[in-house]
């Protein structure tokens, strides 16, 4: 039998659950009489090199070369600035309140130029030399099935960072995360028939030239050079006559990943606004319960 409530004023349902009266007040609530713990200024030992505010979810408005030319996606935002040895701490709440500024104005879209105006306007609010931005986001592209021509979306993780300076300007870099398919070479060769094969993650981050300004869309060149280096790619819709076409292209094309990271490599020391790179694979084995890793960076410099 279901009990009946006497069900108390809502104030009493919190007392009975811990809440209790507010106590004397005797601290200022005015800001300007308000103590800055922040901003005391003191010999500290140590100069921080990066403090600020992680994990910060956001909109962003995305262009692309792939359909869909531009998307909203939801970005992930790290900003940091240096603070020196006399300095206890910086104003936190300015990191945020210069996101919401762009997001007043029309909204973030991400591109290099916003996020150099973006760092030095932060390091401006901050009334510190230098900022840093990172902002990490999926991104989402259209792929055919190569028989059927029938779109699906896949998508890749990415990474953008930027870094200013007083005196020193700017620096930018980015990462792109996605998946492909490889067919070992090893199993192919030894076996009458067949091969396993195995899903991959081709994971690239570069530094990007000092004139580089997005002529060329990094996140379409970055994973064209895992995507085109693979055994396969990955499809989100595949019919029989896709399936078939995939699976011989793959056989076609087996790779370890070692193959995978030079291959890669030779693919980013090709393109002009890449200054420096890493590559890294990691093929999640189908026959085996360990993953097999590769990597490699270098400088053109």
């Not at 209790?20 to 090199?49: A, S, Y």
């Not at 505010?53 to 869909?68: C, G, M």
Request: aromatic share 8%; net charge negative; proline share 4%.
């Amino acid at each position: 039998m279901t009990r009946k409530i006497n069900l108390p004023p809502k104030k009493e349902r919190h007392k009975l659950f811990g809440s209790i009266e507010p106590g004397l007040k005797v601290k200022p609530t005015e800001k300007e009489q308000m103590p800055d713990l922040q901003n005391t200024k003191k010999d500290f030992l140590f100069t921080i090199d990066a403090v600020g505010i992680s994990n910060v979810k956001h909109p962003i408005l995305l262009e692309s070369e792939l359909n869909p030319k531009q998307q909203t996606t939801i970005a992930s935002f790290k900003m940091t600035s240096k603070i020196s040895h006399d300095a206890k701490g910086t104003n936190m709440s300015r990191f945020t309140e210069q996101l919401e500024t762009y997001r007043q104005n029309g909204g973030f879209t991400l591109s290099i130029k916003n996020l150099y105006d973006f760092t030095k306007e932060l390091a401006e609010r901050l009334k510190q030399k230098d900022a840093s931005i990172e902002v990490t986001f999926p991104w989402f592209y259209e792929r055919k099935g190569p028989s059927s021509e029938l779109i699906g979306l896949n998508h890749a993780e990415a990474t953008i960072a930027v870094s200013y300076a007083e005196g020193a300007g700017f620096t930018s870099s980015a990462s792109l995360g996605c998946a492909v398919t490889t067919l070992c070479p090893c199993s192919k060769e030894i076996s009458e028939y067949s091969a396993h094969n195995q899903r991959g993650y081709v994971t690239m981050n570069v530094e990007f030239t000092k004139d580089y300004h997005e002529e060329k869309d990094w996140k379409a060149a970055l994973l064209e050079a895992a995507e085109s280096n693979a055994s396969a790619r990955i499809h989100p819709v595949l019919k029989r006559p896709d399936e078939k076409m995939v699976t011989e292209t793959a056989y076609e094309n087996p790779r370890f990943v070692e193959d995978m990271v030079r291959l890669v490599a030779a693919d980013l020391y090709e393109m002009d606004f890449v200054q420096a790179f890493t590559v890294e694979c990691r093929n999640e084995e189908s026959i085996h319960l360990h993953d097999a890793i590769a990597r490699l960076s270098y400088r053109k410099d």
